[in-house]
C-alpha cells in the first residue's frame, strides 16, 4: 500500500509540471497564431493568386513561427504526459487553460470577469483537483 | 446533415485522434530521460508507430471540421460543443485504452464538463 502510495506520488511529481506547461504553451502559441495572422492582414479576394502574397508574408512572421514552435512543444508535451499517464487523468487537467486565461486577462490585462465565468473556473479547478487525486496511471500498458 | 458531419468530425476524430496519439505513447512506455537527444529520439520512434499517424490524422480532420462550421455558424454555438469532448474522451478511454476510471474520476470529468459549459457560456458578458 505504502509502494502504492509513493508510486502515485512520484508520477503526480512528473505529471503536474508537466500539464503546467502544457497549460502555458497552448494558450500563449493561440494567441502568437492569432497575433501573427493578424499582422499579415487578409486577402483581397478568395482567389488563391490572392492568398500567395499572404504565405510569403506568414512565412516572414515571427509571432507566427514562435505561435507554431509553442504547439508543437504543447503536442510533444502531451506526448511525454501520455506516455505515463491516464488520457482520462490528463484530458481534464487540460481544461486549467481556461482558468489560466480568464486570470491573466484578468490580472495582466485588468478585463472584466463575469461571476458566470468565475463560477466555470472554479467548477473546472475543484474537477482538476478531484480528479488529481486519482492515479494517474490505471493501466500497465494497452494492446500494439 | 452537413453540419452534423462537422459536428461528429469535431468531437469523434478530435478526441479519437488524441485516444490514439496516446495509445501510440502506451506503446512506447514510460519517458525517463527528458534531454534533447532523448527527446528527439522519442519523436523519431513515435513517428514511426501507425497508432501516431492515425491519430494526427484525425485530429486534423476533426480540426478542419472546425474551421469550416465556424465559416457559417457562430462561434459561441459551436464551442460550447467540445466540452462534450471531455465526456467523450472519458467514454473512449475506458472502452479504447482500457483505463479504469473510478467514481472520483467520473465525477471530477462531469465537473469539469460543467465547468467549461459555463464558461463559454459567459464568453460575453
Known amino acids: 500500500m505504502t509502494d502504492h502510495h509513493e508510486h502515485t506520488r512520484r508520477l503526480q511529481l512528473k505529471t503536474i509540471p508537466l500539464i503546467l506547461l502544457s497549460i ?5 502559441g493561440n494567441v502568437l497564431l492569432g497575433k501573427g495572422m493578424k499582422d499579415i492582414g487578409a486577402p483581397y479576394s478568395n482567389r488563391l493568386v ?17 505561435g507554431i514552435a509553442c504547439l508543437l512543444c504543447f503536442f510533444l508535451v502531451h506526448m511525454l504526459l501520455f506516455t505515463w499517464a491516464d488520457y482520462s487523468y490528463v484530458q481534464p487537467a487540460t481544461a486549467l487553460a481556461y482558468a489560466a486565461v480568464a486570470v491573466l486577462s484578468y490580472l495582466v490585462l485588468g478585463e472584466y470577469v463575469s461571476p458566470l465565468r468565475w463560477s466555470g473556473i472554479a467548477l473546472i479547478c475543484l474537477g482538476v483537483y478531484v480528479v488529481g487525486r486519482t492515479h494517474p496511471n490505471t493501466t500497465t500498458g494497452v494492446a500494439p | 446533415m452537413l453540419e452534423a ?7 469523434v476524430a478530435g478526441t479519437g485522434g488524441e485516444l490514439c496519439v496516446s495509445r501510440a505513447m502506451k506503446n512506447i512506455g514510460e519517458v525517463h530521460d ?3 537527444r532523448a527527446l528527439l529520439r522519442f519523436v523519431l520512434q513515435a513517428l514511426r508507430l501507425p497508432w501516431m499517424w492515425a ?6 480532420l476533426g480540426f478542419f ?9 457562430a462561434v459561441s454555438f459551436v464551442v460550447p460543443f467540445s466540452a462534450l469532448s471531455y465526456a467523450a474522451g ?9 483505463e479504469r ?6 465525477l471530477g470529468i462531469v465537473i469539469v464538463t460543467l465547468g467549461v459549459t459555463l464558461v463559454w457560456l459567459s464568453r460575453n458578458q
Open chain 1, 24 to 28: 502555458l504553451l497552448g494558450p500563449l
Open chain 1, 50 to 66: 490572392d492568398f500567395l502574397p499572404l504565405l510569403y508574408h506568414a512565412f516572414l512572421s515571427p509571432a507566427l513561427w514562435l
Open chain 2, 5 to 11: 458531419l462537422f459536428f461528429f468530425f469535431i468531437i
Open chain 2, 34 to 36: 527528458f534531454r534533447p
Open chain 2, 55 to 60: 491519430g494526427v490524422t484525425m485530429m486534423a
Open chain 2, 65 to 73: 471540421s472546425l474551421l469550416a462550421i465556424l465559416s457559417f455558424r
Open chain 2, 90 to 98: 472519458a467514454f473512449g478511454a475506458k472502452l479504447f485504452l482500457h
Open chain 2, 101 to 106: 476510471i473510478n467514481g472520483d474520476r467520473w
